[in-house]
C-alpha cells in the first residue's frame, strides 16, 4: 500500500505563496511541504521582505554569512519577544507575580540559545563540559538497552506508533540521564516541552500561550525542587550535567537562581523534540523513498565492519537531517548597519534564517530535492553553524545512528498502515503519530 505522506505542491501555488509570504498567516498545503515554497524564494527573492518587515532568508551561503557574525547578529530576543508573550494577563498572576513577566518571556530570554556571549559563552561551557568525546562514547551502551528495550515492545504488539512507542521515548530518556532526572518523574516532560517549544511558533492562540506559560511555571516548580536536592546531593559533574551548572566553573562565575532553573528546562526541550523529529523524520521519508529505504539496508548488509556499519549510518543520519531538518527556522536581529553578500540591512533588522529551504540550496546541494543517503561532504546547517552550533549535535547523531539502524535491522521490512500526521508547524517539522506494522 503507497500512502501520501508529503503531497507535492504545484509549482504555480507555491509561487503564489512565496509572494505573498507571512509566517502570522501560513496555509496548511505550505506546512505539510513548504519545500517548493523555499525554492522559489531562493530564486526569486532571497532576501523576502515579509509583512511584518522582517527579512526571511533561503540562500545557504547568506544563512552561513549571517551565523558567521555573530557580533552584527545578535541572537538575544528581549526586543521580539517582549510583545509576543510579556502581555496582559500572562505578565500577571496566576502566570506571574505582581510585578513579574511572564513565564514564557522569562524562560526563552535566558536559554542558553536565545542569548549572547558572555551569559552564552558561560552556560555553553559548562555544558560541553559534559559533553565530551569520551563522555558521549560512553552513554552508547545504555543507549542500545534503551532502544533494544523499545524494539522487544513493538515486536511483542507486532507494530505500534513511530513517534509515540519509539521516537519521543528515546531523547527524553538520554536528557533525563544527563540531568539524573529520576524515572518516576519524567513523564510530563514531553508534554511540557511540546507546550514550551509550541510557543516558538508565529503565532499562538491564547490556548497555546496559556499552556505555555503553565507549563514553564510547573517545570519549574519541579526543578527548584530537584536541584534543591542536588545541592545536598552533588552528582559526578563528568557526567552529570546539573551538577556541573550548579556547581559552576572552577574559578568562575556561578549561574544565578534564573539562569540555572531555565537552561535546565532548555536542555530538556533542546534536546527533545529536535531528536524525536530526526528519528521519526527518518523512519517516515524511508518509507517514501524505498529504493533508499533498499539501498541502506543492503550497504548495512554488505558492512565489513561495525565501523564500516557506523559510517554508512552516520552518512545517511546527515541526510535526513539536510532533507527534513528537525528545525526549520532560526533569527537573529542586526546590531547595526550592515550587508550579506553585497544586500543592505538597516540596523534592527529583524532575520528569519530559513534552514530548510539553506538544506535544498543546488548552489551547494546536487540534486537537492532528492534523498540520497550516499550523499558525503553534506554542509547541512540542521545543527546551526559559528558560535551557536548545536552544543549537542555529537549526542543528537549518536541517538540517530543507533535507534534507525537498530529499528532497521530488527525491522527491515516495517509497513506504515496509514497516513502519518504531521505535527503542523513552520519552525520544527515532525510527525506527531505514524502507525506501522512490523512486517
Not at 108 to 128: A, G, K, Q, W, Y
Not at 173 to 195: F, K, T, Y
Not at 298 to 319: F, G, K, M, W, Y
Amino acid at each position: 500500500m503507497t500512502l501520501s505522506i508529503t503531497p507535492p505542491m504545484s509549482t504555480l501555488r507555491a509561487q503564489q505563496i512565496a509572494q505573498t509570504l507571512d509566517l502570522r498567516a501560513l496555509p496548511p498545503d505550505f506546512l505539510n511541504n513548504p519545500y517548493g515554497v523555499y525554492a522559489a524564494l531562493r530564486e526569486a527573492e532571497p532576501f523576502k521582505r515579509m509583512p511584518d518587515g522582517a527579512y526571511f532568508l533561503t540562500r545557504h551561503a547568506d544563512l552561513v554569512a549571517v551565523y558567521r557574525d555573530a557580533k552584527v547578529f545578535s541572537s538575544d530576543k528581549q526586543v521580539e519577544f517582549g510583545p509576543k508573550y510579556n502581555h496582559a494577563p500572562f505578565n500577571q498572576p496566576p502566570y506571574a507575580p505582581p510585578g513579574g513577566v511572564a513565564p514564557l518571556f522569562e524562560h526563552h530570554t535566558n536559554s542558553l540559545v536565545f542569548n549572547d556571549p558572555p551569559l552564552h559563552t558561560r552556560v555553553r561551557r559548562l555544558i560541553m563540559g559534559a559533553l565530551t568525546r569520551r563522555a558521549i562514547e560512553a552513554m552508547e551502551p545504555g543507549l542500545v538497552q534503551l532502544v533494544d528495550s523499545l524494539l522487544d515492545k513493538i515486536e511483542g504488539q507486532g507494530g505500534g506508533d513511530l513517534i509515540e512507542d519509539f521516537a519521543s521515548a528515546i531523547p527524553v530518556e538520554i536528557i533525563g540521564n544527563l540531568l539524573d532526572v529520576p524515572h518516576a518523574d519524567r513523564e510530563p516532560l514531553r508534554g511540557w516541552s511540546l507546550a514550551i517549544l509550541g510557543a516558538l511558533e508565529p503565532t499562538l492562540t491564547p490556548e497555546q500561550e496559556a499552556l505555555g506559560n503553565r507549563s514553564v511555571n510547573e517545570f519549574l516548580a519541579y526543578l527548584r525542587a530537584l536541584v534543591a536536592q542536588r545541592r545536598q546531593h552533588p552528582g559526578d559533574p563528568e557526567h552529570d550535567v546539573l551538577t556541573r551548572l550548579i556547581q559552576g566553573e572552577e574559578g568562575g562565575d556561578a549561574l544565578s537562581e534564573v539562569e540555572l532553573l531555565q537552561n535546565c528546562v532548555f536542555l530538556l526541550n533542546a534536546g527533545h523534540e529536535t531528536t524525536t523529529n530526526l528519528i521519526g523524520n527518518a523512519l517516515i521519508s524511508l518509507q517514501e523513498w524505498p529504493a533508499q529505504r533498499d539501498r541502506l539496508k543492503a550497504d548495512l548488509l554488505a558492512a565489513a565492519s561495525s565501523e564500516e556499519r557506523e559510517q554508512i549510518l552516520n552518512l545517511a543520519v546527515d541526510e535526513f537531517l539536510r532533507f527534513e531538518s528537525s528545525n526549520q527556522l532560526s533569527n537573529r536581529r542586526a546590531l547595526q548597519a550592515t550587508q550579506v553578500n553585497g544586500v543592505d540591512l538597516p540596523a534592527g533588522a529583524l532575520i528569519t534564517l530559513c534552514i530548510g529551504a539553506a538544506n535544498r540550496d543546488p548552489a551547494v546541494y546536487p540534486q537537492p530535492e532528492q534523498l540520497d543517503l550516499r550523499r558525503t561532504g553534506n554542509k547541512h546547517l540542521a545543527f546551526g553553524f559559528g558560535v551557536h552550533q548545536c552544543a549537542g549535535l555529537s549526542l543528537a547523531r549518536l541517538e540517530g545512528r543507533i535507534a534507525i539502524g537498530r529499528f532497521l535491522q530488527r525491522f527491515p521490512d516495517y509497513q506504515l498502515t496509514q497516513a502519518p500526521v504531521r505535527g503542523g508547524r513552520a519552525r520544527f517539522r515532525g510527525f506527531l503519530s505514524a502507525a506501522f506494522r512490523t512486517a
